[in-house]
């Protein structure tokens, strides 16, 4: 059973900033791409952020562009989302998911593990 453990979340005021942490025993996540998606109540899955494998392919929703930026240590084999300038509309529950693929890929169906979901929110 693969496990993804996420870290991090909480209740900010708008223009703060968050880190969140997702890391694995089971896996290594320079095999995989990984990505950061968010679900806000009554709304699908989106995806937020993504990093390929061992490449320098990133990828960024627009509404995050400037503001968040994924990372990745290897040695700690932790993948990290950085959030900065928070907003009100970033609130929701964070995600980080793995896919064996060697590109980007958007949609939350595709992702085959799971982190168990950090909560975000942001007041105004």
């Known amino acids: 059973q693969v496990q993804l453990v996420q870290s991090g979340g909480g209740l900010v005021q708008a223009g703060a900033s968050l880190r969140l942490s997702c890391t694995s025993s089971e896996i290594t996540f320079i095999s995989y791409t990984t990505a950061w998606f968010r679900q806000a109540p009554g709304k699908e899955r989106e995806i937020v952020a993504a990093?390929?494998?061992?490449?320098?392919?990133?990828y960024y929703a627009d509404s995050v562009k400037g503001r968040f930026t994924i990372s990745r240590d290897n040695a700690k084999n932790t993948v990290y989302l950085q959030m900065d300038n928070l907003k009100p509309e970033d609130t929701g529950v964070y995600y980080c998911g793995v896919v064996a693929r060697g590109l980007v890929v958007r949609t939350a169906q595709d992702y085959r593990y799971w982190g168990q979901g950090t909560q975000v929110t942001v007041s105004s």
């Open positions: 990093a390929v494998r061992t490449s320098s392919n990133k």
